[in-house]
């Protein structure tokens, strides 16, 4: 295993258990701990862990955006389940916008199947995936492009969107709080997403479970924008409480 590969593999861990021990690391990739202790260190000078005495934890920092081909092998199976319901409300003839989050990628597959459907995006593996698919449309807004998420931001991406009316957006983040709003960890991303919220009769917002009660950086747009959340286990009564009475639909894979 390369080297980059076995710190993608730590981060993945990292994410589903928020901390990890270098003796357990090292008897798992076959490794010296002084290997896995210069993967530690190799992260950490990228901010996105913090090491401990005899290991690490996950930064978290509100401003951390993990990189993409990280996060795409994150919560893959939970994501599927999201995108496979995400695609029983899409109907032929749409229009959509979709965002550059892992999770709205996963819909490729199922968009593919439908008929006459046009996909506004700003993710360079969207376009790829969606690439000759005989029934989409597939519109890039261009723009600046962002190497570590594969997406296009910047004032040329947000100013093509807004050149367009569609039936639905479908967006994730990187945290909700009931005080906050629904967050991002980069701004430019943040205003991409805005601008689809702006031009779309509907928005749906797809969350794993992770997502919920935590804080990031900026806000992308408040609930009232809203019209579905799509998530993967059941929310607290909190939650359900909350997006009842701001009028949101929660729906579960």
Request: proline share 0%; net charge neutral; with cysteine.
């Amino acid at each position: 295993m390369l080297a980059i590969e076995r710190r993608r593999e730590i981060m993945t861990i990292l994410q589903k258990q928020k901390s990890v021990l270098v003796s357990d690391l090292s008897k798992r990739f076959h490794v010296t701990e002084e290997t896995i202790r210069r993967d530690l260190e190799k992260l950490e000078r990228e901010g996105l862990v913090k090491r401990t005495y005899g290991g690490a934890v996950l930064s978290e920092s509100i401003s951390i955006d993990l990189p993409f081909d990280v996060r795409e092998i994150t919560n893959i199976e939970e994501k599927k389940a999201i995108a496979s319901k995400v695609s029983e409300f899409i109907e032929d003839g749409d229009t959509l916008m979709l965002d550059s989050s892992s999770t709205a990628l996963q819909l490729t597959e199922h968009i593919k199947k439908k008929k006459n459907i046009t996909v506004i995006t700003n993710s360079v593996k969207m376009i790829l995936e969606l690439n000759g698919a005989e029934n989409v449309r597939v519109i890039c807004t261009g723009g600046d492009l962002r190497h570590s998420n594969l997406s296009f931001v910047g004032y040329l991406s947000e100013r093509a969107i807004r050149s367009y009316h569609v039936d639905k957006a479908i967006i994730s983040c990187k945290a909700v709080n009931m005080e906050k709003g629904i967050l991002e960890s980069n701004d430019s991303e943040a205003y991409v997403k805005r601008a689809m919220v702006e031009r779309a009769q509907k928005t749906y917002l797809l969350l794993d479970n992770s997502k919920f009660d935590r804080m990031s950086f900026i806000n992308i747009t408040e609930f009232d924008s809203i019209h579905a959340i799509f998530t993967d286990k059941k929310l607290s009564e909190n939650w359900e409480q909350f997006f009842q009475e701001k009028g949101i639909d929660i729906i579960y894979s």
